[in-house]
């Protein structure tokens, strides 16, 4: 499906270009109170959830009846991260289906022992026949099926009660909150009359029309702060993945920690790569599911799809400089290096969108 987006005024504006701001007018002074410091606060309350919409995009909805396995095919082969899940008997949409649960569909399936079987079977040295034999049930399996009793223990974001969701005239602060609260990366917009899922929002999509605009919005002065000074991203306990680690460590640590992506290190520290949840799906693209005991290194190495590399920053790097090449790398996160290229933090888009956009309200969205 291709939506296409009725006119908007906000993009009409974005097409001229505002350019009769001057933003380069301010002085970085401690003492007296910034006048922008809200700025961008502000600019998420102006623009709602339509604004941010592009004019064109695809979006592939999944019936609950399809099969789990062609559902995630189908997402490799339209290049896309999730898809919203309608049911055609509650006439309405139901959930989504992201990468997280083919993550987590796969970690359970890997690790979980058959009903009936031989024990032995589930030693370590057999875990790949065990696995392999279960991925044959999952071929069977329904996104329906993935509800209920029997499935209880699998984490899937689908869930028949509660779909995160936001309409298309609520503010992009809104928006900005609801992903931050509630830890999601993708929020579908939903028109209340027709039900029809308009578009999913990310945290890429919101930074990037922010960033359309950069010209018509002052500047504030904490954006000359450096990473080191402004404590923005998270810099202890990062979780990380040795390269000689295997596939399977990594998704195990995706499920305990949550996280949406591993640096993936070398003996002394050093990051090599970056596996994100994105890239598990090059698993079902290769058709390597039942190969998990590949090592991280060999998987990297595998990927074709979209890689993203390891973008890095430095603590000595202002806000400026670090939001200017995120959204430029059109990527979810930054590593965090020292001159060794040592991991010493992750900085993410919620890390920086909490900051610029919620702080200054005075929201802390994990704790509010
Ligand atoms: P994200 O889901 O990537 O937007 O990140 C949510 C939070 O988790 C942010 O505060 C990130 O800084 C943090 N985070 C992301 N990746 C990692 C990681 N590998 N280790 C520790 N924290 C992380």
Redesign the pocket.
Request: aromatic residues 0%.
């Given at each position: 499906m291709c939506t296409e987006k009725l006119g908007s005024s906000a993009h009409a504006q974005m097409d001229t270009g505002t350019q009769d701001v001057c933003h380069e007018d301010y002085i970085m002074n401690s003492t007296d109170p910034d006048p922008n410091a809200e700025a961008y606060m502000n600019f998420m309350k102006k623009h709602c959830c339509y604004d941010a919409i592009p004019t064109s995009c695809k979006l592939v909805i999944f019936d609950t009846t399809l099969q789990v396995k062609k559902a995630f095919f189908a997402l490799v082969a339209n290049g896309l991260r999730a898809a919203p899940l309608w049911d055609n008997k509650l006439q309405r949409f139901v959930g989504m289906l992201t990468i997280t649960d083919f993550i987590n569909i796969l970690h359970r399936y890997y690790k979980s022992p058959m009903v009936g079987c031989d024990p032995c079977l589930f030693s370590n040295a057999h875990l790949g026949l065990s696995f392999t034999v279960q991925i044959y049930e999952l071929e069977e399996h329904k996104i329906e099926t993935w509800r209920g009793d029997s499935f209880q223990n699998v984490y899937l974001q689908y869930h028949d009660q509660y779909l995160i969701s936001i309409t298309p005239d609520a503010s992009l602060f809104d928006a900005v909150y609801s992903l931050l609260k509630h830890?999601i990366?993708r929020l579908p917009v939903i028109d209340p009359e027709s039900g029809n899922v308009l578009h999913i929002l990310t945290?890429k999509r919101i930074l990037k029309f922010l960033h359309l605009f950069e010209a018509s919005v002052p500047k504030p002065r904490f954006l000359k702060m450096q990473i080191k000074d402004a404590g923005i991203?998270?810099f202890t306990?990062?979780?990380?993945v040795s390269q000689t680690a295997t596939v399977y460590d990594a998704l195990s640590v995706f499920v305990e920690?949550r996280?949406?992506?591993?640096?993936v290190v070398d003996d002394d520290g050093k990051v090599v790569a970056l596996y994100s949840r994105f890239d598990v799906i090059n698993l079902a693209a290769q058709k390597t599911y039942n190969n998990l005991s590949m090592s991280m290194q060999e998987a990297v190495r595998r990927r074709r799809c979209y890689v993203e590399g390891v973008i890095k920053c430095y603590p000595d790097e202002t806000l400026e400089t670090v939001i200017d090449r995120i959204v430029k790398a059109e990527v979810?996160?930054l590593v965090l290096v020292d001159r060794d290229d040592v991991v010493r933090?992750?900085?993410?888009?919620?890390?920086l969108l909490q900051a610029i956009v919620l702080s200054p309200a005075g929201i802390d969205a994990l704790f509010s």
């Open positions: 830890k990366h945290h991203g998270t306990d990062i979780a990380t920690r996280v949406s992506a591993l640096p979810h996160r933090g992750i900085i993410s888009l919620s890390d």
